[in-house]
């Protein structure tokens, strides 16, 4: 919060200072253009009017909200220059990776002009070509230093041969392909899309929904908007309210795609093209819808303390994404259960998975959530071929956590209340009356007042590493997590491979298991074991862990960095599990009750 007071005092100062009409207020007007989009380039005309100042430094964020990682979206910029009014260039310097020092020498009126280079394939990085362009707001605007406060109008020119323009900017009236943000925060805070996308809206919970749907596809219009519909009535349920007038669906459908990106208004979300006719992958992506749409109150409203006002120029840590992240995990499927798009079975599935996905994962032991979330920008971001063995998914164990959570709530409630409760509260709390973020433990508190039930166990687990007591929480309900691995005694090498040029490589090496413990590494080319030469498909290593037992030793012939060695392997047992959650056998008829309410069609 210091922050935004900092950044509310110098805006303050400064409209004071230069003069208190508005005619003199300070403006950023940007102009968006394409001349060679075929080379994947945004031309970027910035004027800044009313700040008169001896110099001013301009800057590009280093990384964009909600994907958090340090992108250097600066590396992108090139040809900068700068002009007073009367087109005089004026000297500019850069002073570190992302800013620029413009010699603004007190004029009233000054244009800053560069090219943003985009080609990378993503939600949250610019792509231009002669088709279409997508702008993350992040890495193409330059923002002035200390006035993050001021609002911005863009005016887009599309290339000759696109129409439409897609954003949850706001458009100015009167003024075809001009937009205005209130601050940079809602200004980076906004993607755009221009292009000749298919655009189709409806409306639902009161807001005007606009699908944006980009480099063609499968989907079946009526199909999807009906199903859209009814994740945004469902998600609208829990909060009470919709705080938006419009929102705006940016998908881009690639030969294979996935991902997407939450934002105050609008979310951009990957697909497959052809995907939507496959009920599998139509599902996810509804998963996918589902998760974003969720975020438009969890994450970008209700929030930790330290997620806004951001910091444009570094790393934003939070120990919270097991929060954020991790309870939109868990409704995701929850609204699609609660849609109907899942059944009881398979949304069970989908949450056993997640447990297989942390049970069997090493890191589980080394790593908290909280940790994960605080780690996500060197961790999360940045797996290696140690991930696995040392780190965890605050996604995957977040909800787990948020299901432990929901359960214990509705067990001690007898059914009257739950997550959405606790979240309902939260918003109104945090968001709309303290207009702040919060603390981990405020949270906790609110939880406990609105139930009172303690969740103490589950925000201590949160902070701590390994195993969690799912049946704990599970049995309360009528299930129960079981392990169909359980009392099966088979080998296991502890390795992960893949096949390149008919070269088995190792792509993964177990903590803990044989291959740990005999110095396989990542990378080995493993050649033959026991004499035998691998098949280009490595399936002879799979023909030899069937027919071998715990405790047998494998000669394994491997090249390391081009010298072949010989590695003595002794088999070791398969710890892994393999979970499901099942009905509880004996299950009361309060716990099936519990149960129902946990998961049932609305
Ligand atoms: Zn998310």
């Known amino acids: ?38 080379a994947h380039y945004v031309e970027i005309k910035m004027e800044i009017e009313n700040l008169q100042r001896d110099f001013i430094d301009v800057k590009m964020p280093v990384w964009t909200p909600g994907s958090y ?67 993350s707001p992040a890495g193409t605007f330059l923002f002035v230093d200390g006035f993050l406060e001021l609002p911005a109008e863009v005016t887009i020119l599309p290339h000759a041969s696109w129409s439409k323009i897609s954003t949850g900017l706001e458009p100015v009236a009167g003024k075809p392909g001009t937009y205005q943000a209130a601050d940079f925060d809602i200004l980076f805070d906004s993607p755009i899309e221009v292009g000749n996308q298919d655009v189709f809206t409806f409306e639902a919970a009161g807001v005007l929904h606009e699908i944006a749907m980009v480099g063609g596809g499968n989907y079946d219009k009526e199909r999807l908007t009906k199903d859209c519909i009814a994740i945004v009535e469902e998600a609208t349920a829990i909060f009470g ?49 589902a998760h974003e749409y969720f975020h438009l109150w969890h994450v970008k409203r209700l929030r930790p303390l330290e997620l806004g006002p951001f910091d444009y120029d570094a790393e934003n840590y939070t120990t919270a994404l097991w929060i954020m992240e991790g309870f939109t995990a868990y409704f995701d499927n929850l609204l699609l259960r609660r849609c109907g798009f899942l059944t009881e079975t398979s949304y069970l599935q989908a949450l056993s998975s997640d447990i297989n996905t942390i049970e069997n994962r090493p890191g589980n032991q080394v790593q908290s959530a909280a940790s994960a979330s605080f780690d996500a920008w060197i961790k999360y971001y940045r797996p290696d071929e140690n991930s696995a063995n040392t780190s965890i998914s605050y996604y995957n164990k977040g909800a787990l956590l948020a299901m432990m959570l929901d359960l214990k709530l509705l067990a001690g409630t007898n059914g009257e209340k739950r997550l959405d409760d606790v979240l309902k509260a939260a918003y109104e709390t945090f968001y709309v009356q303290k207009k702040r973020g919060f603390e981990e433990l405020e949270l906790q508190t609110l939880i406990e007042q ?78 033959a074991i026991n004499g035998e030469r691998l098949d280009a498909h490595g399936k002879e290593l799979n023909r030899v862990l069937q027919t071998a037992a715990i405790g047998d030793v494998l000669h394994v012939l491997i090249a390391r960095d081009g010298k072949i060695q010989q590695l003595r392997v002794t088999l070791l047992k398969d710890t892994r599990g393999s979970f499901g959650i099942i009905p509880l056998a004996d299950a009361t008829v309060e716990q099936q009750r519990l149960g129902k309410i946990w998961l049932s069609q609305e």
């Open 1 to 38: 919060m210091m922050m935004k007071k900092i950044r509310t005092n110098l805006f303050l100062l400064m409209t004071t200072a230069v003069t208190s009409t508005a005619a003199s207020q300070p403006r950023i007007h940007f102009e968006v253009s394409f001349k060679e989009p075929q």
């Open 69 to 135: 990682l340090v992108r250097e979206y600066a590396k992108n910029v090139e040809s900068l220059e700068a002009f007073d009014g009367k087109d005089t260039p004026l000297a500019t310097e850069k002073i570190n990776k992302n800013t620029w020092r413009i010699a603004s020498k007190k004029n009233r009126t000054l244009t800053v002009q560069y090219r943003v280079y985009g080609f990378e394939v993503s939600v949250r990085t610019n792509f231009i070509d002669d088709s279409h362009a997508f702008l």
């Open 241 to 289: 309210v919709n705080p938006n007038k419009r929102y705006v669906f940016i998908v881009h459908n690639y030969q294979s795609g996935g991902g997407g990106l939450e934002h105050l208004n609008s979310t951009v979300l990957g697909a497959s093209r052809n995907g939507y006719q496959n009920e599998r992958s139509y599902v996810g992506f509804l998963g996918l819808v």
């Open 450 to 527: 609105v139930t009172g039930i303690s969740v103490a166990d589950i925000f201590d687990a949160a902070h701590t590493t390994g195993s969690l007591d799912y049946n704990r929480y599970l049995n309360a309900v009528g299930y129960e997590v079981i392990d169909y691995n359980d009392g099966r005694e088979l080998p296991d090498l502890g390795i992960s491979t893949s096949v390149s040029d008919g070269r088995v490589l190792v792509t993964g090496v177990g903590r803990g298991t044989a291959a740990w413990d005999s110095g396989i590494n990542v990378r080995d080319e493993i050649i």
